[in-house]
């Protein structure tokens, strides 16, 4: 699975981006994309999760500002970003995980993306 994330860029602080994640497989077939984050300094951590079930999760300290979504139509899984802060300074990747059953184990298959960047400055 590639994945390409797109729609990063600069930002005022309150202000809004649009992160999307295209995929290179259909989306429903994928069974958890999420999105990370990296800061300068910092280890990458979690931002928001999305199952193929139609689960969604967040980290604390993006929880009612951030919303991920599943976009069947283009392929792509969002994420909308509001009230934006300083602190949400960071690299932003998009990562997949698809599982393979058989009848032995079930096998977790990772993909990452390459990354785009979102700057909240003044």
């Known amino acids: 699975v590639q994945l390409v994330e797109s729609g990063g860029g600069l930002v005022q602080p309150g202000g809004s981006l649009r992160l999307s994640c295209a995929a290179s497989r259909k989306i429903f077939e994928i069974d958890v994309v999420d999105w990370y984050r990296q800061a300068p300094g910092k280890e990458r951590e979690l931002v928001a999760t999305t199952t193929s079930g139609g689960r969604a999760n967040y980290a604390d300290s993006v929880n009612g500002r951030f919303t991920i979504s599943r976009d069947f139509a283009r392929n792509t899984v969002d994420l909308q970003m509001n009230s934006l802060k300083p602190e949400d300074t960071a690299v932003y990747y998009c990562?997949?995980?698809?599982?393979?059953?058989?009848?032995?184990?079930?096998?977790?298959?990772?993909?990452w993306g390459q990354g785009t960047q979102v700057t909240v400055s003044s």
């Open positions: 990562h997949a995980k698809v599982v393979v059953h058989t009848i032995e184990r079930s096998t977790d298959f990772d993909y």
